[in-house]
C-alpha cells in the first residue's frame, strides 16, 4: 500500500525539487545534519543552509551562530502567500553576497601582495 504524504510534507518536497532544479549548477547538499538540527539544504562553498520549516527560535540562533545572518534561510511553504521565487532569488542573493566577498578578500590580498 503506498505511504500517505501530509500536504505539507508534499508541499515541501515539491519546493525543494523546484528550489535544486533552479539551482543545478551548484553543488548543493540535501538533508545536512548540522549539529543537533537537519537542514533540508546546504550550499557548502557559500555556507548557505535553507530550512523549509515553520520559525523556530532556537534552531534558528543556533544556525545563525554557525553560519551568519545572511547565510540562513529559512520559509513555510504553507505559509499564504508563499513564492518558491522568492526563496530562490534569497539564495541567488546570498550566492552573489558570498562571491563579491571572495572578490574583495581577494583584492585585498593582491593589495599586500605589491608592498
Partial sequence: MPRLVS???SNKYIV???ILRALESLDCTIQK???PYIVDLYI????ICVVSEGYDEQKYKYLLAVFGKANVI?????KRGFS???VINEIVTAVLSSLQ???EADT???FYDDE
Fill in 7 to 9: 500536504r505539507s510534507t
Fill in 16 to 18: 525543494l525539487c523546484n
Fill in 33 to 35: 545534519t548540522v549539529g
Fill in 44 to 47: 557548502p562553498v557559500h555556507r
Fill in 74 to 78: 529559512m520559509y513555510n511553504p504553507d
Fill in 84 to 86: 518558491e521565487l522568492d
Fill in 101 to 103: 566577498c571572495v572578490k
Fill in 108 to 110: 585585498d590580498s593582491d
